[in-house]
């Protein structure tokens, strides 16, 4: 097995064990997000709002959020904006998922901190792309902050 062979295996290995949030009021745009998402044959956790979502978020600590942007009790910006002010979950990836698509609207997506965004109606090529790539981005940084954790651990005791 080539080094290539071996790392995109890990990829996709990766990927299978991740944990997608899935977050839309329309229950039809929840099961189609996740009837997408099979293809990576990794686990999703639907909510139907952005407090439930909080809550998931602090319990099961997903790997990436899939968000929809116009919710009850709490918008989408909302949301993202929480989850990227708190530093236990400022790294959690974010697309956000919306039918808005002036101007303002990515603005305030990008103001609010999310790492991508998605128009509606979704196209499921284009889903599984961003999703894949972002939970590559997430691993790589776990890896990272792992490695550099150990570093720091091996310093101090050779001092």
Known sequence: MTKNMAKQESSEENIKNATILVVDDNEQNLELLQAY????????????????????????????????VMMPK????????????????????????????????????IESGTDDFLSKPVNKLELITRVKTMLKLKHLSDRLERTLAYLSEMEKQTK
């Not at 809550?55 to 997903?62: D, G, L, M, N, V």
């Open 37 to 68: 998402l099979e293809d990576l044959q990794c686990r999703t956790i639907p909510a139907k709002d952005g407090v439930e979502a909080l809550e998931i978020i602090k319990k099961s600590k997903p790997d990436l959020v899939l968000l929809d």
């Open 74 to 109: 709490m918008s989408g910006f909302e949301v993202c904006r929480r989850i990227k002010n708190n530093p236990q979950t400022a790294d959690l990836p974010v697309i956000m998922v919306t039918a808005l698509n002036e101007l303002g609207d990515i603005e305030r997506a």
